[in-house]
């Protein structure tokens, strides 16, 4: 019987087509929850840096009723500091974000050295296909669709795009003149 986290990795083994991923562990700060994995696919779709989390789902928040989410973050770069960004979030901040669209995330500082960008967006996976990152059963046998994840992406942001989406929602940002996975790229607004 497959574990819940090998039902997961199969889900992504099928989405990448059997590509071989890195994994870089982020030790659980969070007392009864294992660590949060990040799962980082090199060159995938070509010329990005795909990375997804497995650990947030493990913790539980009120917002969670359809399923429990990872995330999906997927960048022109091939800077591993963004995978190492969001598996921190993920760990840092499970049970308390929802993770739910539209939410911002203030790093509180550059995400990585070459870019100016210090905060996420969340919003739908760029790279997946509705029926890839949505309802995602990893429930034992005999208790399927009890256990679902979601994927979420996660998009990084300037400073002043993350208030102009706190201040004017995230589809006034989204209809703007910009490309997600950018990381060098101006302020949109």
Request: glycine share 8%; proline share 6%.
């Amino acid at each position: 019987m497959a574990s819940r986290v090998e039902k997961y990795l199969a889900h992504l083994d099928r989405l990448s087509g059997g590509r071989e991923p890195r994994f870089f562990p982020v030790e659980s700060t969070k007392q009864g929850l294992r660590d949060v994995t990040e799962i980082v696919y090199d060159n995938l779709p070509d010329g990005l840096l795909t990375a997804l989390t497995y650990g947030l789902s493990l913790a539980e928040h009120p917002d969670w009723q359809h399923g429990s989410p990872e995330l999906c973050l997927s960048v022109n770069s091939t800077n591993v500091i963004w995978a190492h960004a969001v598996g921190f979030l993920a760990e840092q901040l499970r049970g308390t974000c929802p993770f739910s669209y539209g939410s911002t995330i203030n790093f509180g500082e550059r995400i990585v050295p070459e870019s100016e960008m210090t905060a996420f967006c969340v919003f739908a996976p760029l790279v997946l296909d509705r029926h890839d990152y949505l309802g995602i059963d990893v429930g034992i046998p005999g208790h399927e669709g009890h256990d679902v994840i979601n994927i979420q992406g996660m998009y990084p942001i300037h400073e002043v795009e993350r208030q102009f989406i706190n201040e004017y929602g995230l589809e006034a940002f989204w209809k703007s003149d910009w490309e997600p996975t950018n990381v060098l790229r101006r302020p949109a607004i």
